[in-house]
């Protein structure tokens, strides 16, 4: 095997996990491989989840903003149409750049790329298949699998890749869907079902569970998304579950049965099946190498992210966590520096989660009811957008910021925020929760006025019940 063959890092799988850690590997001076059986690169995430999906997200505003609430503003823009089309030509440029832009970072970072199927042959070498069926052999010191997740298909539903569908196809349906369900009330099926709600279609969502975003969201935000989201629209059927569909003559019937066991039929031209997302690592050969798996399917690893095998590592959505881009960015990040004899860490304690729907939601740190589940004694303030000015002056005033603070200590414990721009104002919440501030070090930390993260301050303020907006 030639000097070109060998490597001190491989990592299988170019997503935000696997390409960030091998460019942070490569930055100290380790020689990286990533290994990836896709014509581009930047994984699910970049190609059919967080990126394309976010630009629907926000062409689809616009054409909302422009029927609904240009005219508010004094802006009047009549026979108002939507060219498809160039919307969804529009996604596909900003993931052509983003994508072209990794090539680009591997080729400055000096990261070889390979293309191709990875599968383990030993602990230190991978058999990379290539599409036209050549292989190559590849050492290595450190193995990272990074291959990411799949979409979960339900078995009384399987997808067709057409009318029952999984986020891949549902950001690229050729029209306009007359009635779309959504199974599923998490962040994926919320996302893609605000972008079909705002282009025109009717948007029914199904879960299981008797709220939406269910997990470390708090309740109180959770009920107030689902009201504005039900003002946009929207039809709830929560408490329910899909136990059976029939697909012909163009539709799908499917039939629902709720929490007391009442079945009724629900009609669509497309379902969305979006329950959640499991790990991947098929034909990957890691099992018959020792590598063990939890009764989830992920991977198992220790503090350092190394699994059962010496010499073989894992990160991302393969093994347990939230399955969230920057989580695999940290854990990439963490890994390369362990591996180059640094002190890599992740607190994973203060990861925002983010619903990307119009108003947002953002979250980080505990719940209301995950604190007094964990019997913690604490205190929460909260403060509505409807007395922030900035969003006032925006037209944006549903939703609030709640803080939760720990009543000795005033340490904060998590914050939430369903609101507009929430993404970008839960990365204070996330800085403060990161160096242990208390609500105090919030609530006196002094905000530029008129903007949105002055709310965040008021609900730090009422912590105590010393707002002085509300």
Request: glycine share 12%.
């Amino acid at each position: 095997m030639t000097d070109a063959q060998r490597f001190d890092v491989i990592v299988i799988g170019s997503g935000p996990g696997g390409y960030v850690g091998a460019i942070r590997a490569a930055q100290l001076g380790l020689k990286v491989a990533c290994v990836e059986k896709e014509a581009t690169l930047g994984g699910t995430c970049l190609n059919v989840g967080c990126i394309p999906s976010k630009a629907l997200l926000d062409s689809s505003e616009w054409f909302s903003q422009a029927r609904h609430k240009f005219a508010g503003h004094g802006v009047v823009c009549d026979n108002i149409r939507l060219d498809l089309p160039a919307m969804l030509g529009r996604k596909d440029t900003v993931v052509h750049g983003l994508t072209q832009g990794i090539a680009g970072l591997f080729k400055k970072n000096k990261v070889t790329r390979i293309a191709g199927h990875a599968r383990f042959r030993d602990t230190h070498t991978l058999e990379v298949t290539a599409n036209d069926g050549t292989q190559q052999p590849v050492q290595a010191n450190a193995i990272v699998i990074a291959t990411g997740s799949e979409p979960i298909a339900l078995p009384s539903l399987p997808f067709d890749g057409e009318r029952i569908v999984s986020s891949t196809e549902a950001l690229c349906f050729p029209e306009v869907p007359q009635h779309l369900v959504v199974i599923g009330g998490g962040a994926i099926g919320l996302e893609l079902g605000s972008v079909w709600l705002r282009l025109g279609a009717k948007v029914t969502v199904v879960e299981l569970l008797p709220r939406l975003i269910p997990g470390p969201t708090d309740g109180q935000i959770a009920a107030a998304l689902q009201r504005t989201l039900t003002k946009q629209g929207f039809t709830f059927r929560l408490g329910s579950k899909v136990t059976h569909g029939v697909v012909g003559n163009g539709e799908v019937v499917l039939t629902i049965e709720d929490s007391k066991g009442q079945q009724s039929e629900l009609q669509a031209d497309r379902v969305l099946v979006a329950v959640g997302r499991k790990a991947y690592s098929a034909g990957l050969g890691a099992q018959e190498i020792g590598v063990a798996y939890d009764e989830r399917g992920r991977i198992v690893v220790n503090t350092h992210f190394q699994t059962s095998v010496p010499g073989v590592y894992a990160i991302g959505d393969v093994i347990a966590g939230p399955m969230l881009a920057h989580k695999a960015e940290e854990e990439g990040v963490a890994l390369a520096e362990h591996l180059a004899g640094k002190a890599g860490h992740v607190n994973y304690d203060v990861i925002p989660g983010i619903v990307y729907t119009w108003p947002e939601v953002a979250t980080v740190g505990l719940s209301e009811e995950a604190a007094k589940a964990a019997g913690i004694t604490y205190k929460a303030g909260t403060f509505f957008f409807l007395a922030n000015g900035r969003a006032r002056c925006m037209d944006e005033t549903d939703g609030l910021v709640k803080v939760i603070a720990d009543a000795k200590t005033d340490r904060v414990l998590g914050v939430h925020i369903v609101g507009p721009r929430a993404s970008d104002v839960i990365a204070e919440a996330v800085m403060a929760m990161e160096f242990g501030a208390s609500a105090e070090d919030i609530a006196r930390a002094m905000h530029g006025h008129p903007t949105l993260p002055e709310a965040l301050r008021e609900a730090a303020l009422n912590v105590e019940k010393r707002s002085r907006q509300s």
